[in-house]
């Protein structure tokens, strides 16, 4: 594909769009999410400007979110005055929080649909189409996980149905789940008259890697399941009994349609919106996060807090920690002076406790995120050029094996692998996607740490393991995919997650709110729900979080 520089050139008119800002709706679209786009493009065509747009909102919306709502992040307070406030105190989860994640996906979803409804009599199309049911299936779960009822049956119709009904929310999931299996038959009998997929930006037309995903997908959808009772928990167990064999993914699954540092454009969207542009200036972004104090003293072994909320690290520096952040000159709780990291406590502002005294010691993000283990990348040039390179991460191999320990954890009957295993590979993946050094003595130090500390490393009971899966998946997804953790905070209770100083509610919201463009232009069936409904438990809650 890097011969074929951005084939969403083809379809500009249609998909593209561009937009970086501080604030917590930049990348959102105004597309009607009910409207057919394109309606003559074929899915090979479509496939890559739809899969790249839709990764844009996961490397900027969902990632300012994820980072927010997971305490990673924090605000520099003395580069703009209250930074994330809104996320802080959570109190206007209205329906303009965030509204760009609904209506960033649900164009892209929209997209899938009608490249899985191609008219395909010769077959030239089925490859495309599978992997057009992998992906709507892929970002269909975010809509289901984050908001609940959605509309499916009814939607993507255009102007033949511009109100679509909403549907429940566990029949959606097993629509995703057949989808995924069709989409797996469909590879399995494809026509010899079937193109290969050369405009695939993933894979590139690895088909037998587009069906290691589907089934990682599929596990994610029922490992979320992990609470539900009666009927549902009949189903899912049938459904994983079917995944008992299969393969999963095991390698970092990118985005790359061809991005170059040519322009802002075609640039990776992930480091264009967190650190450089294609001239390689600084981002506005790139100055105001900075690491939360909650996450600096994880990573650092409890020196910066020393609170008996953190035990389980004390004393254990984990190596990833300034591949994810930046070093600076910092003081443990003791008032010594050390080299780390240094963060900010959410919602305070300088001269407030946990939050640095000057400008200059506060960690950013780290070259990890966007260089890995590259080199040279001592320039800015340098870093845009790896990480254009290297993509943007759809789904990470640390997240799938994580995915992977929990299930065989749950269902050791179902799956034969050891879960342990699996476990200590993604944490090996990560540290190895950040360029880590997984060979030194700091590394041994802390595998080794680990392993005898429950919560953290695999040992003690199986509740205590399930914490050390979501302790190092929340590591894992920090500054990769920190939504999807946010959606397993929800479903664990995993792992300690302090609120902002400033937080209006006891929890975090257990959902969000439908953005406004649904009740201008959906009003009759659009739930009607109020601010307060997200931060309980009801009938509105995704449905595998009702127990």
């Not at 057919?36 to 496939?47: C, W, Y």
């Not at 191999?397 to 295993?421: D, G, H, V, Y």
């Amino acid at each position: 594909m890097k011969n074929n520089k951005f084939l969403i050139t083809i379809l500009a008119a249609a998909l593209s769009f561009t937009a970086t800002s501080c604030s917590n709706d930049y990348l959102d679209v105004n597309d009607n999410p009910n409207a057919v786009q394109a309606e003559q493009i074929t899915p090979e065509l479509m496939l890559p400007g739809a899969i790249s747009q839709a990764y844009r909102t996961q490397a900027g919306t969902m990632m300012q979110f994820g980072n927010l709502m997971m305490n990673s992040w924090a605000g520099n307070s003395y580069t703009i005055a209250g930074p994330y406030s809104r996320e802080f105190s959570l109190s206007s989860v209205d329906n303009t929080f965030y509204r760009g994640i609904w209506e960033g996906l649900y164009p892209r979803v929209a997209n899938f649909d009608q490249m899985e409804k191609f008219t395909n009599n010769n077959h030239e199309q089925d490859y495309y189409i599978a992997i057009a049911k992998i992906m709507k299936a892929y970002y269909m779960q975010y809509i289901v996980d984050l908001y609940g009822d959605a509309p499916y049956n009814e939607a993507f119709m255009g102007q033949q149905n511009t109100t679509p009904k909403y549907d429940n929310d566990a029949d959606i999931y097993k629509i995703l789940i057949s989808k995924l299996e069709e989409a797996n038959a469909l590879i399995d009998a494809a026509d010899d008259n079937a193109l290969e997929p050369v405009s695939d930006i993933v894979f590139h037309g690895d088909m037998d890697k587009w069906k290691a995903l589907s089934n990682t997908i599929k596990l994610k959808l029922l490992v979320r399941m992990s609470k539900v009772t009666g009927d549902l928990a009949t189903y899912r167990n049938t459904k994983l009994q079917t995944l008992a064999t299969a393969t999963f993914i095991d390698e970092e699954v990118v985005v790359n349609p061809g991005y170059s540092a040519s322009s802002d454009d075609q640039m990776n969207p992930y480091i264009l919106n967190w650190a450089r542009n294609a001239s390689g200036q600084q981002v506005s972004n790139y100055s105001v996060v900075v690491v939360s104090e909650h996450m600096a003293n994880a990573l650092e072994g409890n020196v910066i807090l020393n609170s008996a909320n953190y035990t389980k690290f004390t004393g254990l520096k984990d190596p990833r920690r300034t591949r994810l952040f930046t070093n600076v000159t910092s003081v443990d709780s003791n008032g010594n002076p050390f080299t780390g990291l240094k963060g900010v406590r959410q919602g305070n502002v300088p001269g407030q406790p946990g939050v640095p005294v000057d400008n200059v010691n506060t960690s950013k993000l780290g070259v990890g995120n966007f260089a890995g283990g590259n080199t040279p990348a001592s320039t800015w040039t340098q870093i845009i050029d790896h990480n254009n390179g290297r993509g943007g991460v759809l789904f990470s191999k640390s997240e799938s094996n994580l995915l992977q320990a929990e299930a065989a954890l749950r269902w050791p009957a179902i799956f034969s692998f050891s879960p342990a295993t699996k476990f200590n590979v993604a944490i090996i993946a990560n540290a190895t996607w950040l360029g880590a050094n997984t060979t030194n003595a700091a590394w041994t130090t802390y595998i080794t740490g680990i392993a005898a500390r429950p919560g953290l490393g695999w040992t003690g009971t199986d509740i205590q393991k399930i914490e050390a899966i979501m302790t190092q998946k929340w590591i894992a997804l920090t500054n990769i995919n920190p939504t999807e953790m946010f959606i397993e905070y929800n479903r664990t209770g995993y792992p300690f997650t302090p609120m902002a100083t400033t937080a209006q509610f006891p929890n975090k919201p257990y959902r969000l709110m439908y953005p406004n463009s649904e009740y201008a232009a959906n009003s009759a069936n659009v739930p009607n729900i109020s601010s307060a409904d997200v931060f309980v438990k009801n009938q509105y809650t995704p449905f595998w979080n009702q127990n």
